[in-house]
């Protein structure tokens, strides 16, 4: 039993990421609520071998969110220097029949440049706390870019695309995935590099009037293989 399964088994994963609105597979339960002891950055290159949230090329990496323990974070100098105690995110229950094989698929999908972590996720209906995994990219892994000038930050994202699609969509995605969880679930360093974003492509386009951002696939449904769910990324990618 490892340490994200509790006395009966069960094994839960916390999603923080894209793993919000592009679940993984084999899912019965998904439940919105949050971590502590974490701060959740821009501060990560995807991999090239990454299919899900490569959104640039070896040569310009976009960038994709990360979890720094707050101890560390608190030690850097950071433009957005404040965040929220809490990270907001869901926890996915796996069936019990198909954790092997959403472990092999979660370790190809999110292992480049991330290690397995174990934290308490407080459920937001305010039931006992589960013992969930997830994937963070430490800052000594060769993909943690460090804190950034958002306005630079920004720029990066809206310029970077690659084989899973625009930059700017993930974080769009994202901002808007975490709007949609509770009242309380905003993260100030996304939501203002969102608006960034948002700011620079009006401003690029000469556009009166920013355009409605496009919101995430809702697809919460179970996936019958992990062949499946990949397939249903590359389309919503």
Known sequence: MTAAENSTGEFWLFG??????KPPP???RRIPGWVTGYVRRFWQEPTIQDPVDHRGTPEAPGRVVTLI??????????????APDKVWGVAYRIHPDHVKEVKEYLDIREINGYSIHYTPFHPA??????????YIGTPDNEQFVGP?????LAEHILRSRGPSGLNKDYLFGLDTALAELCPESEDVHVSDLARRVRALELAANGSPKAPPASPPPSNFKQESSTREAEEIEKVDS
């Not at 923080?16 to 609105?21: H, N, P, R, V």
């Not at 950034?148 to 630079?152: G, Y």
Request: charged share 20%; glycine share 6%.
């Open 69 to 82: 323990e707050r101890s560390h974070w608190e030690q850097l100098t950071d433009h957005h220097d404040s």
């Open 26 to 28: 084999h899912f019965d």
């Open 125 to 134: 209906d305010g039931s006992p706390p589960i013992q969930t995994l997830v």
């Open 148 to 152: 950034q000038d958002p306005q630079q």
């Open 16 to 21: 923080y990421g894209s793993l919000i609105w």
